[in-house]
């Protein structure tokens, strides 16, 4: 199954209705990556996975580690869209990937950037 994800104002497919998005921690330069799947009712996140911790981003209790990341599935139920603040302040914005198609977005700062399942 295929879904639309509305990157900006731009539609996206989505092989799957997966996507991942990944940065790096303005402040501890620790990479982060989420994996999200677009639903009907929502973005519900799958899972989350940290290279390391500080300034707030610690991993959960139930988080494992796995080939040298922290991987958690966060308790949070489907959300209507992801607002990502693009403040231009932390050298790149995020990393979008769906299938073998991955983009640069929030890298300049603006409006922020929202993402939402396709109507």
Known sequence: MSACLLVGGKAMTLAAGLFTLSWTHSVERVEWQETWRATPVGLQIVEARVKGSGAGMEPPPDARLRDGWWVYVP?????????????????????????????????????????????
Do not use: F
């Open 75 to 119: 308790e949070l139920g489907p959300i209507p869209e992801l607002r990502l603040a693009a403040s231009g302040a932390t050298g790149s914005g995020w990393r979008l990937c769906a299938g073998e198609e991955c983009r640069q977005i929030g890298v300049q700062a603006k409006e922020p950037v929202l993402l939402k399942p396709c109507p």
